[in-house]
């Protein structure tokens, strides 16, 4: 059975940093690309993150870049995003989203709220 699960979301005050955390099983995890999204309140699906089967590349959403790093634990069947300098908008629920290049659909975890707050 296919599992993600999303860890590390929290209140964080505005600067701060978070790591989140996504364990994932039931599934060659190495042969997976792995993405990070967000959704924040009333607005719809956005792709914040992603690094490669291999860890060989990685991207980010303007909004994120020089502030968020991904990685990946290939032994430990996790990717993280270090999240640093969180902003208001930063709040939303992050989800995890593993596909394998080629295919059109992939698995999704159930999320993990963070909110960024004073």
């Known amino acids: 059975q296919v599992q993600l699960v999303e860890s590390g979301g929290g209140l964080a005050q505005p600067g701060g940093s978070l790591r989140l955390s996504c364990a994932a099983s039931?599934?060659?995890?190495?042969?997976?690309?792995m993405t990070w999204a967000r959704r924040a309140p009333g607005k719809g699906l956005e792709w914040v993150s992603g690094?490669?089967?291999?860890?060989?590349?990685?991207y980010y959403e303007d909004s994120v870049k020089g502030r968020f790093t991904i990685s990946r634990d290939n032994a430990k069947n996790t990717v993280y995003l270090q999240m640093n300098s969180l902003k208001p908008e930063d709040t939303a629920v992050y989800l995890c989203?593993?596909?394998?290049?080629?295919?059109?659909?992939?698995?999704w975890g159930q999320g993990t709220q963070v909110t960024v707050s004073s």
């Open positions: 989203y593993a596909r394998r290049a080629g295919w059109d659909t992939g698995y």
């Open positions: 039931g599934f060659t995890f190495s042969n997976y690309g």
């Open positions: 690094i490669w089967a291999d860890g060989s590349d990685t």
